[in-house]
Structures are given as structure tokens and as C-alpha cells.
Nanobody, 119 residues
């Protein structure tokens, strides 16, 4: 069973930074890591994606402020969030595309971590 665990959320003042972590267990073949966020009352949106081959994609609203990267040798991906603004307030979710012999490649979601930006 693949499990996905996010951490690192919290309350920040505008202009602050947080580093979010996404750790996966239960599979050693991880294909894609994605960060999504869901602001209050809004749809979930893609924030950043990194593939096993290192290809990176960012959502337009976070380009230049957020950075996604992998910790080599581990099943952990980070999202460095800088210059946070109140509109970044959301639950941040990690989604991973992972392989297991029983299920093949499937997507797995974490429970989410709350990021609140407020003065």
C-alpha cells in the first residue's frame, strides 16, 4: 500500500517562506510527484510537478516564487514557497504516481497540509 505524507504547513506573515515536504512509502518506483492546492471555497489546482526524469512544471500563479525539488536517494519531494501572500492560503496536497506489482501505476493523494498567510 502506497502512503503519501505531507508536512511543513503553518501560519506565515505575507512575504514569508515555508518548505513543504512530501514523503512516499510503499513503493520504490515513483514516476511523478505533484503539489496541488485548494483555497477555501475554490477548486483544487496544480502548483508544481516534477517527474522521475527531472522535468518540472509550475502553475502560472507560483512561477518565480515556488520551487519543487527532489531529495536524491529518498522518496521525498519538497516545495519551497517564497514571498507568500494571503491568496496562497490553501490546503496543499501531494499526489504521487507510483508503481506496485499489485496495482501497476496509480495516483495516490496525501491528506494535505494547511498553509495560512495572514498578518
Amino acid at each position: 500500500q502506497v502512503q503519501v505524507m505531507e508536512s511543513g504547513g503553518g501560519l506565515m506573515q505575507p512575504g514569508g517562506s515555508l518548505r513543504l515536504s512530501c514523503a512516499a512509502s510503499g513503493s520504490t518506483i515513483l514516476n511523478i510527484w505533484e503539489w496541488y492546492r485548494q483555497p477555501p471555497g475554490k477548486e483544487r489546482e496544480l502548483v508544481a510537478r516534477i517527474t522521475r526524469n527531472g522535468m518540472i512544471t509550475y502553475g502560472d500563479s507560483v512561477k518565480g516564487r515556488f520551487t519543487i525539488y527532489r531529495e536524491l536517494g529518498t522518496n521525498t519531494v519538497y516545495l519551497e514557497t517564497n514571498d507568500l501572500q494571503p491568496e496562497d492560503t490553501a490546503i496543499f496536497y501531494c499526489r504521487i504516481n507510483a508503481y506496485t506489482p499489485a496495482t501497476g501505476y496509480q495516483y495516490y493523494w496525501g491528506q494535505g497540509t494547511q498553509v495560512t498567510v495572514s498578518s
